[in-house]
């Protein structure tokens, strides 16, 4: 199913309950698998409590997904999914995860030495493997707005004076629905309304246009592990 036969799908979900429960258990089977990529076992729809929470997570996700912006839904779903099981294990205590060496390479399996399982910290683990997801997913987003990932790097603003003006236009897109809604819709800045909003020139604004709007959709999205780490390197 395409990207936009899924948008259909999601508008319908939300205008019609019963539609939702029908959607819903079309992907029961995705919601299992999701749930058993962080569990890594088996999962029982009437007994594991975790199956519960994967089905609220979905029915969230169907909720909060952006129709605007043209990423899939399974995508935006499973880092949701995933996201709430992962709660719920470090809710219940700072757990250990056992994962099959089948989860590592081969040069992985001779440097551990240990021949059938192997014990890694949890929180590290899926601390990396959200991350992924949530490059992955913005990756998908920037495309639309004609962003490469590797902007980010290339276009951070090497002055801090610079960086703080930049961060102050994001934030006041941020604040104001209006401006974000124009940015998600058009795929492009509200420069005109911003320039009367702001002192800021309209140059300021577009050299470092293609920052901003990565700045903005990463701190605007469901990118918790990322925006933790972009508001710890510009002390935001």
């Given at each position: 199913m395409?990207?936009?036969?899924?948008?259909?799908?999601?508008?319908?979900?939300?205008?019609?309950?019963?539609?939702?429960?029908?959607?819903?258990?079309?992907?029961?089977?995705?919601?299992?698998?999701?749930?058993?990529?962080?569990?890594?076992?088996?999962?029982?729809?009437y007994?594991?409590?975790?199956?519960?929470?994967?089905?609220?997570?979905?029915?969230?996700?169907?909720?909060?997904?952006?129709?605007?912006?043209?990423?899939?839904?399974?995508?935006?779903?499973?880092?949701?999914?995933?996201?709430?099981?992962?709660?719920?294990?470090?809710?219940?205590?700072?757990?250990?995860?056992?994962?099959?060496?089948?989860?590592?390479?081969?040069?992985?399996?001779?440097?551990?030495?240990?021949?059938?399982?192997?014990?890694?910290?949890?929180?590290?683990?899926?601390?990396?493997?959200?991350?992924?997801?949530?490059?992955?997913?913005?990756?998908?987003?920037?495309?639309q707005?004609?962003?490469?990932?590797?902007?980010?790097?290339?276009?951070?603003?090497?002055?801090?004076?610079?960086?703080?003006?930049?961060?102050?236009?994001?934030?006041?897109?941020?604040?104001?629905?209006?401006?974000?809604?124009?940015?998600?819709?058009?795929?492009?800045?509200?420069?005109?309304?911003?320039?009367?909003e702001?002192?800021?020139?309209?140059?300021?604004?577009?050299?470092?246009?293609?920052?901003?709007?990565?700045?903005?959709?990463?701190?605007?999205?469901?990118?918790?592990?990322?925006?933790?780490?972009?508001?710890?390197?510009?002390?935001?």
């Amino acid at each position: 199913m395409s990207i936009s036969e899924l948008q259909e799908e999601i508008k319908k979900c939300r205008e019609t309950p019963s539609y939702r429960n029908i959607f819903m258990e079309a992907h029961k089977n995705f919601i299992l698998q999701c749930i058993s990529q962080v569990t890594k076992r088996y999962v029982d729809i009437y007994n594991d409590e975790e199956y519960s929470i994967g089905l609220l997570a979905f029915h969230e996700a169907i909720d909060q997904y952006d129709l605007y912006q043209n990423v899939s839904f399974l995508s935006f779903a499973s880092l949701v999914i995933r996201r709430r099981i992962i709660d719920h294990i470090r809710a219940q205590q700072k757990y250990k995860l056992i994962l099959p060496m089948s989860s590592f390479s081969h040069d992985d399996e001779e440097n551990i030495g240990i021949e059938n399982l192997v014990t890694v910290h949890f929180d590290e683990y899926f601390e990396i493997s959200i991350s992924k997801e949530e490059i992955l997913l913005l990756t998908q987003t920037l495309l639309q707005y004609k962003i490469s990932f590797s902007d980010l790097v290339r276009l951070t603003p090497k002055h801090k004076d610079t960086k703080k003006r930049v961060f102050s236009i994001v934030h006041i897109i941020l604040q104001n629905p209006a401006f974000l809604n124009f940015l998600l819709q058009n795929k492009k800045l509200p420069i005109a309304l911003l320039c009367k909003e702001i002192y800021i020139s309209r140059i300021t604004i577009e050299r470092h246009r293609k920052y901003i709007i990565a700045m903005t959709i990463l701190l605007s999205g469901p990118y918790e592990n990322l925006q933790k780490y972009v508001k710890e390197v510009h002390n935001l």
